[in-house]
Nanobody
Framework: VQLQASGGGLVQAGDSVRLSCVGS????????VGWFRQAPGKEREFVAT????????YYADSVKARFTISRDNAKNTVYLQMNSLKPEDSAVYYC???????????????WGQGTLVTVSS
């Protein structure tokens, strides 16, 4: 499975951004997809995940009620809608795929290249 993340950019605090993760192959729809982020000097951390069907999702406490993960399997795409952005949300955002629905990044076998989100105050 190959993943391509996009949608990042420079925004102001309070703005919204939607990230997209496009997966290759007909089996992409059978994978859970997670979003993770890594700020400079910090470890990569979990943001959100969604199961293969889109019926289950889970969020980090830091983004709950502000971010929404969704997927369109007909388009092989998973989205991360980010609202009420804060400067501390600034990071490179990565999408990852795995057969297991999990918030643990070590479980994910396939990773996209990342897209940078910078939130100015």
């Amino acid at each position: 499975v190959q993943l391509q993340a996009s949608g990042g950019g420079l925004v102001q605090a309070g703005d919204s951004v939607r990230l997209s993760c496009v997966g290759s192959g007909r089996t992409f729809m059978t994978y859970a997809v997670g979003w993770f982020r890594q700020a400079p000097g910090k470890e990569r951390e979990f943001v959100a995940t969604i199961d293969w069907s889109g019926t289950r999702s889970y969020y980090a406490d830091s983004v709950k009620a502000r971010f929404t993960i969704s997927r369109d399997n007909a388009k092989n795409t998973v989205y991360l809608q980010m609202n009420s952005l804060k400067p501390e949300d600034s990071a490179v955002y990565y999408c990852a795929a795995d057969k297991v629905y999990s918030a643990n990044l070590i479980n994910y076998d396939f990773w996209g290249q990342g897209t940078l989100v910078t939130v100015s105050s």
